[in-house]
């Protein structure tokens, strides 16, 4: 089977990531989730004070740019990889509320997009990779052989998210989660540089009731349809 690139993109918590890595281990592919890169760069300009009340200057972002690394190494126990922001592992801290609560905006800066998807497409030039994000489809991977755009209920989404915080030891009220998730939503859908949209070459995948397991079978159905009509 010739080896494709699988680009998934969605609402935050649909599980993208989940079903990528999924798909990755099932296909022997590499998996990136390019959502933590951008968390990387948001973590990072935390820690160096730079974001205070969820505002902050862009130019101070733009200079910070050159003093990051991102490298992704392999974690057998999760069967997935971490992402390192230099030299650290830092896949823990990404998924803290004061990181979610700001990705979307930091992400929205031109010249952080253009170093995300610069080290996106280098990743991906020799194929064999599943990558999920916002604009992967539409973007940074426009020829994908195959394209997903993931969807599910607000709720459902929300509680995968607090179940995904409490399992880390942290604690944030559903109304506190679904709040973040819809600002979330809005910013990610009006941003002015690669909006979050439907690729129009995309296949929906609604999991709001489907388990893992079936998730996984009917995308692995797809890629079996595609790969036998090429």
């Given at each position: 089977m010739s080896k494709i690139t699988i680009a998934i993109d969605g609402y935050s918590s649909c599980g993208k990531s989940t079903l990528a890595k999924a798909l990755a281990a099932k296909l022997g592919y590499a998996y990136v989730d390019s959502g933590a890169m951008y968390r990387a760069v948001t973590l990072y300009?935390?820690?160096?004070g730079l974001i205070?009340?969820?505002?902050?200057?862009?130019?101070?972002?733009?200079?910070?740019?050159?003093?990051?690394?991102?490298t992704f190494q392999f974690n057998p126990n999760t069967k997935s990889s971490d992402t390192f922001l230099n030299e650290e592992n830092v896949e823990r801290e990404l998924r803290q509320m004061i990181v979610s609560e700001n990705v979307s905006k930091i992400s929205a800066i031109h010249?952080?997009?253009?170093?995300?998807?610069?080290?996106?497409?280098?990743?991906?030039k020799n194929k064999g990779i599943v990558m999920d994000g916002r604009d992967i489809g539409t973007n940074v991977f426009p020829n994908a052989e195959l394209k997903l755009f993931m969807v599910a209920d607000t709720d459902v989404r929300t509680q995968r998210r607090c179940d995904e915080l409490s399992a880390k030891g942290q604690?944030?009220?559903?109304?506190?989660?679904?709040?973040?998730?819809?600002?979330?939503?809005?910013?990610?859908?009006h941003r002015k540089?690669?909006?979050?949209?439907?690729?129009?070459?995309?296949?929906?995948?609604?999991?709001t009731d489907l388990t893992k397991?079936?998730?996984?079978?009917?995308?692995?159905?797809?890629i079996t349809d595609l790969t036998l009509s090429t």
């Open positions: 300009a935390i820690r160096k205070k009340d969820h505002s902050f200057i862009e130019e101070d972002i733009i200079k910070i740019l050159s003093e990051i690394n991102l010249e952080v997009r253009v170093m995300m998807i610069a080290i996106q497409r280098k990743l991906g604690y944030v009220s559903f109304n506190d989660v679904k709040t973040n998730l819809l600002h979330r939503d809005y910013q990610d859908t540089e690669n909006p979050l949209t439907q690729a129009a070459d995309a296949i929906v995948l609604d999991n397991e079936q998730q996984l079978e009917f995308v692995m159905k797809l």
